[in-house]
């Protein structure tokens, strides 16, 4: 992985924005962008997107034989890729320490917190368990990587259901989808990674945009000061998951505040999926086609249309602007002339320029003096 | 497949409207084209375009920059080594900007760049089997607009939206400069350095810039003084 540049201007402006309470995306500190989540043709596949963050996640499933230790129980495997497609830092078909932090926090949250039922995975005892893959690739980056990297592999888990299979005798049949109906995954909690982003030691920015997550785990002059932490939590409010990189936190109180907004966040992100869920599939019972074409078709100029811009002001909705009609500007403001005056210079390049050279910080130059 | 002026074309296409014109007179092929033995290839997915009398080119869209010479661009300094900076302008790899190329820069005299400062340069060697070159100063030694940016706010957009906001044509700074001071730079690839007098003037700054990317207009000049009365407090 090429390193991310920095420069000193962008880590000043959001250090200091920040600590004025503002945001550069116009969100408030606790507030996160939108999800949307969006399921494939297939079992256990769907498409999160956390604004501009795109994740897939596709869940497969095999028969194999299963570890020595655990003859009863089925596999549960997380396999996270990140191409140059998600942003140009990354390369392609190499483990960088992103992938290998993303995957060992998936395993946390999923596996190790047993959330999933792997007994229920066994065919045959020590011959025979399904294997369940979930792979995550990531469409592009806008940070936040882990909370949407977990919520797509939530959503895909709860979503994908494996081939029902009959045993007679020695033989174990796997039947077609058309046979019988497959079997749903069996969950015993929703667990849901959340990520707070901590600038100067005791401001918690929940879902951190590619910008915030660099500048608050970049170091400054005067050390860092900042960092990421990652709560993973379920619907009942148990703690899963705590993951702190970055600088360490010298006040619990930041720790108690953060678990408590993601509790709140957690339970939503675990109801959106839910219902998300028994929607598709009332749909597929009606027999409704569902794949990812929709996304496209159904808000097709959208596509490239950013509904969310990455630097807004608090109060800016871009829908209002079109709605509002073009008489509504106050004609006082159209026919004020212009203290300035853009002039082009050279190729590529436009100046402005004071007409009567009213401001001092603008550089006049000497052709606009006529003006 | 075929593709004619103004169809939506992806790479593979060829255009034979440009051969049949190149028989006759000189054609100029841009961006997104490529001659391949007798014909001419798209390589990139996007709109097939032309000028009058004989210039082709392909209207993509792209966020990722790729050198080219004489353009301004803004980059990051990343590196001091012996006496060039190498500078990360989004390309494949970082450039080349020596530190004698700085107006008034000697050998004695060195120009004060840190590692982290941004800088806005010209593109003078973009080939693609090289490392590419800035400089800070025109053929007159002059520093002209190029040099060290500093404070304000730097941020990154669509390749697309330069070229629109830096079109003469574009009503985006013309109704911008009525409403409140600021300074600005916008890199060719795809960077753009704002500052104002307040934080919150430049995030409105940057607001509007990247609001115009999709807009006619018509609607980019309703956008700025809708943005202008927020920032004024008429609207909460």
Known sequence: MRDLYLSNCEKNFIQK????????????????????????????????SLG?????????????????????????????????????????????????YLNRLLEKCYKDSKCIDLE???????????????????????GNLIECASIATLASLAHFKRPDVTRSGDSVIIHTLSEKDPIPTVLFHYPVCVTFAIFSNNILVSDPSFIEESVCTSNSEEGSTGGLLVVGMNQYKELCVLNLSGAAIYNSNVVHKAILNASDRCKNIVEEVKSKIVTDDNLRQKRVKINFADIITTDHIQTLCKKDLSICLKNFKINDVKREDDSEMSEDNITEDSKYDVVATKTN????????????????SSESEED | MKASIGDVVLPGDYCEEITVAGEKAKVIIG??????????YVTKAGVLKKRNPCTYWVDSYQKRYVPSRGENVIGVVVQKAGDI???????????????????????????????????????????????????????????????????????????????????????LLESLKNEWPFEMAAGMNGRIWI???????????????????????????????????ILAGHIS
């Open chain 1, 17 to 48: 924005i920040i600590s004025e309470g503002h945001r550069l995306d116009g969100r408030i500190y606790n507030e996160s962008r939108k999800l949307d989540i969006s399921y494939g043709s297939e079992y256990g596949s769907c498409i999160v």
């Open chain 1, 52 to 100: 501009e963050t795109k994740i897939l996640a596709q869940v497969s499933c095999e028969v194999v034989q299963p570890k020595q230790i655990r003859p009863n129980e089925g596999i549960l495997f997380i396999n996270v890729e990140i191409s140059p497609m998600a942003a140009p830092q990354f390369e392609a078909n190499r483990q960088t320490d992103l992938t290998v």
């Open chain 1, 120 to 142: 229920s995975l066994c065919i045959v005892v020590e011959e025979k368990v399904w294997s369940l893959r979930v792979d995550i690739k990531v469409l592009n980056h806008d």
């Open chain 1, 349 to 364: 390049v436009a100046e402005i320029k004071s007409k009567e050279a009213k401001s001092s910080w603008i550089e006049i």
């Open chain 2, 31 to 40: 961006p997104g084209l490529r001659r391949e033995l007798d014909r001419v």
């Open chain 2, 85 to 171: 900076f190498r500078v990360d302008v989004g390309g494949s790899i970082t450039a080349a900007l020596s530190y004698l190329s700085f107006e008034g820069a000697t050998k004695k005299n060195r120009p004060e760049v840190q590692i982290g400062d941004i800088v806005y340069a010209k593109m003078l060697v973009a080939s693609k089997d090289m490392e590419p070159e800035l400089v800070c100063v025109d053929s007159h030694g002059k520093k002209g607009r190029l040099g060290v940016l500093s404070d304000g706010f730097l941020f990154k957009c669509s390749l697309n939206l330069v070229r629109k906001i830096l079109n003469p044509s574009c009503p």
């Open chain 2, 195 to 229: 500052k104002a007098n307040s934080m919150r003037e430049t995030i409105a700054l940057g607001n509007a810039i990247l609001g115009a990317e999709y807009q006619s207009d018509e609607e980019i000049k309703v956008i700025c003084s809708n943005i202008a009365s």
